[in-house]
């Protein structure tokens, strides 16, 4: 089983959705979680990172970890069109990361 | 402006050349490290680099060489590229090592061999 699975998409939502974005992870000893947004052309920036479970709320973005299921789940609401990218989800206790999701707003 | 540097952007060359894509960060950060992105596969790591004159192997270091011989530059040497080395390439620092540390990305290096 790999590390770290996420299905690449891509996922296209219309604007002012609520987007869901998730991976799963192997290994129980891991602890930190991260996503990170990559725009076409450019590097990965990251977008959140959470310890352990539980979620952590920034502006419209929403970042959950559920150990007890090995799931990580990014959360967008009121989706807008610059949120159109690939959202990759990582480990950091080695930093692995995942293969990354495409997704698409509609306008 | 705190970021990481590579060049070039963008890099065509024919197999067996010798190649070097440069990466500098200015944020004195001890950890860098090199990715390749691939359709399919994902961020996959090259090397890594603890602090000077200290690298490491990554997941996928074959075909590959490294140095850091100053913090701020981390080098990726292609000394035979070959076909399977076309990719799109990120260089990236952090402050250290630690877990909950954030990566600093490049704008990557997209490098196709003929």
């Known amino acids: 089983q790999k590390e770290v699975e996420q299905d690449p998409g891509p996922l296209s939502v219309p604007e002012g959705a609520i987007v869901s974005l998730n991976c799963t992870y192997s290994?129980?000893?891991?602890?930190?979680f991260m996503w990170y947004r990559q725009y076409s052309r450019k590097g990965p920036e990251l977008l959140m990172y959470t310890y352990s479970s539980g979620n952590k709320e920034d502006g419209r973005f929403t970042a959950q970890v559920d150990k007890s299921s090995k799931y990580i789940s990014l959360f967008i609401r009121d989706s807008q069109p610059s949120d159109s990218a690939t959202y990759l989800c990582?480990?950091?206790?080695?930093?692995?990361f995942g293969k990354g999701t495409r997704l698409h707003i509609l306008p | 402006e705190a970021q990481v540097t590579q060049n070039p952007r963008y890099l065509i060359t024919v197999t067996g050349k010798k190649l070097t894509v440069t990466c500098s960060q200015n944020?004195?950060?001890?950890?860098m490290s090199w990715y390749r992105q691939d359709p399919g596969l994902g961020l996959r790591q090259i090397y890594y680099?603890?602090?000077?004159?200290?690298?490491d192997k990554g997941d996928v270091p074959e075909g590959y060489k490294v140095s850091r011989k100053e913090k701020r530059n981390f080098p990726l040497i292609l000394e035979s590229p070959s076909p399977n080395q076309t990719s799109l390439y990120f260089c990236a620092s952090s402050p250290g090592a630690g877990v909950g540390e954030k990566l600093f990305f490049g704008s990557g290096t997209q490098l196709s061999v003929l």
């Open positions: 944020m004195n950060h001890e950890y």
């Open positions: 990582a480990i950091r206790d080695k930093i692995i």
């Open positions: 680099s603890m602090n000077v004159e200290v690298t």
């Open positions: 290994n129980s000893a891991f602890q930190y």
